[in-house]
């Protein structure tokens, strides 16, 4: 037997809900924003306590760890494009089309 083989290791059980939703509401950020973000990655961290919490029954540290991570770039990303919007319409940008030639 090989001794810098890994020790054999059983596969991982089911991965929590709230994993999964942290995913679905991370690519919800395209759409609402940190409205779905926030939530994304409150429900992340806390499947990553369950699955730590569990001993190895559950799964999906990856999927949680995902779901958080595009939460997160969605909320950063939609708060960014908003600072911009709001800055450009105080610069005078707005959607109007162009200064006023009456």
């Known amino acids: 037997m090989d001794e810098y083989a890994e020790p ?3 596969p991982a059980g089911r991965v929590p809900s709230t994993a999964v939703l942290s995913v679905v509401l991370g690519l919800a950020t395209a759409l609402f924003g940190p409205l779905s973000g926030v939530p994304a990655m409150v429900l992340a961290r806390q ?10 029954v559950l799964g999906g540290r990856r999927v949680a760890t995902a779901g958080f991570v595009i939460g997160l770039v969605g909320t950063v990303l939609s708060v960014l494009a908003l600072l911009v919007f709001v800055w450009l319409v105080s610069q005078g940008a707005g959607l109007g ?5 009456s």
Do not use: K, L, M, V
């Not at 499947?47 to 190895?56: E, F, P, V, Y």
């Not at 089309?97 to 030639?101: A, Q, S, T, Y």
């Open 97 to 101: 089309g162009g200064p006023d030639r």
């Open 8 to 10: 054999y290791r059983p």
């Open 47 to 56: 499947a990553t306590r369950q699955i730590g919490a569990s001993g190895g």
